[in-house]
């Protein structure tokens, strides 16, 4: 005798799987809602600098209409902000360049060879993180004004490139050490110097370490403002931090230029982030997949 067997209903989905789909997009909208919280500020500075300090004064938030770049001039001219700027530009960019540079030379033998007092070079250089350098701020004005370099821009670039080695070097051995052996054999069998594999094979490999390296210089040292408040007697050596201060005293009620010295001052790191956030992201992220 014949049985008619009943047919097996489908395993219902698991209940779980829309909330695995919506997790992706609620962890965007968080994203994007940060975003939105973390530059409204910037927006807000950066339109009211097109305003006058009248229009600010009557309505602080407002879109610009019509635009006027009478602040930007008044900032640029008049507040002396066009030598503070460049005065920040040079010291930041050739104490970056500086640093970095030493940094990689120093860095690349701590991470690929192995030597008498490897460990222990490596160790005095991590203990640089360790030691605030503005603990240091009375001896460091000592010392500069013994070399006759108190009060000049060449003495706050070697302090600025001296600051950013530690954590430089930190970074770098650590890239070079994952480099494979492999690579610098085969170019020493292929006739290549030590020199050649460092700067053709080895360095190219880390650039987004260096780019990384070279954001985190960067943005602390432009925004410094201890060391040339100490350090800089003379106005017209002040870098744009300490420019800051002295307008914000000086044109405490005059909000547009106010907003378009914060502008002035906030347009390199902005520039620097756009250009290398590619590499920088590499550089935070590498190693993950090994």
Excluded: H
């Excluded at 219902?12 to 975003?35: F, I, K």
């Excluded at 500086?98 to 222990?120: I, K, W």
């Excluded at 420019?243 to 002035?264: C, K, N, R, W």
């Amino acid at each position: 005798m014949l049985t008619q067997t009943r047919p097996v209903p489908a395993p219902a989905p698991p209940l779980a799987a829309p909330r695995r789909r919506l997790a992706p997009v609620a962890a965007q909208a968080l994203l994007w809602a940060y975003a939105m919280v973390a530059l409204a500020p910037l927006a807000l500075m950066l339109l009211n600098s097109l305003r006058t300090t009248g229009d600010i004064a009557r309505e602080p938030v407002a879109l610009p209409v019509p635009p006027v770049l009478e602040s930007y001039a008044q900032a640029w001219s008049q507040a002396s902000f066009d030598r503070y700027f460049w005065n920040s530009l040079l010291v930041t960019v050739c104490a970056v360049l500086l640093g970095t540079a030493v940094s990689v030379l120093a860095a690349y033998p701590l991470g690929r060879y192995a030597f008498p007092g490897s460990r222990l070079l490596a160790a005095y250089f991590i203990a640089g993180l360790m030691l605030p350098i503005r603990l240091s701020v009375v001896p460091i004005f000592y010392l500069l004004d013994a070399l006759g370099l108190n009060n000049s821009l060449l003495g706050l670039i070697l302090l600025y490139a001296a600051s950013g080695v530690p954590f430089s070097v930190f970074v770098l051995t650590a890239f070079f050490r994952q480099l494979p052996a492999e690579l610098a054999e085969s170019a020493r069998i292929d006739g290549a110097g030590e020199f050649r594999i460092f700067g053709q094979i080895m360095l190219p490999l880390i650039r987004p370490a260096v780019a990384t390296v070279v954001i985190f210089q960067f943005v602390p040292l432009w925004n410094e403002f201890l060391f040339p408040l100490v350090l800089m007697t003379d106005k017209s050596k002040w870098t744009i931090p300490v420019g800051l201060s002295s307008f914000f005293g000086e044109y405490g009620t005059q909000y547009g230029p106010m907003y378009a010295g914060l502008v002035i001052a906030t347009v390199p790191l902005v520039v620097l982030f756009l250009l290398a956030t590619k590499q920088v992201v590499a550089g935070l992220t590498a190693g993950m997949s090994r």
